[in-house]
């Protein structure tokens, strides 16, 4: 299904509320378009990360939600100079505290796939693709956090609204 984000907003037109599946552990496969690459101008903005897809706990995804972020990528110094690719990052909220981890990268319209399982047993949330040589695993405190919750669909931000449309084509395999 191909997502779009337009120009001056924060949501894809897909958007909706919806609740989740309540399921451990999801794959996806997705393909971020030349169109998602931008520059803000800004080491601030550009640092921020968008989201591809995933599940907010409870009632608010600021809380304790797993998600899988991009942004294009820039040089490590200034943050000014685009590099034609794409970070893709572990992205969550745990009791109120936000997490950014880089994973991989990836070139616009490379398809890539990726597994996120949630061991509420173990207090972990884990990561794997065959873009990773091992998975990335992060403590995730899973007590007093519900089972049920909603969607979480592609998003531009941070701070700033999209400065172009965008496309996203993902598929839950």
Sequence with gaps: MIYTIKQGQHYCEQTRVEAHDGKISWTVRAMLGEDCLYNLNSKKYNQQSNKLEGRGYGLNHHQDSVRVAWRPVFDSTTWLVPQNKFGILA???NKGTM???SMFQVQPNEWFEYTVTCDRVNNTLTYTSPKLKVPKIYYFDWSNVPVWGY?????FGGDKTSPKNMDMEMNYL
Excluded: T, V
């Design 151 to 155: 969607k979480l669909y592609f998003y």
């Design 99 to 101: 997490y950014a981890k």
């Design 91 to 93: 992205y969550y909220y």
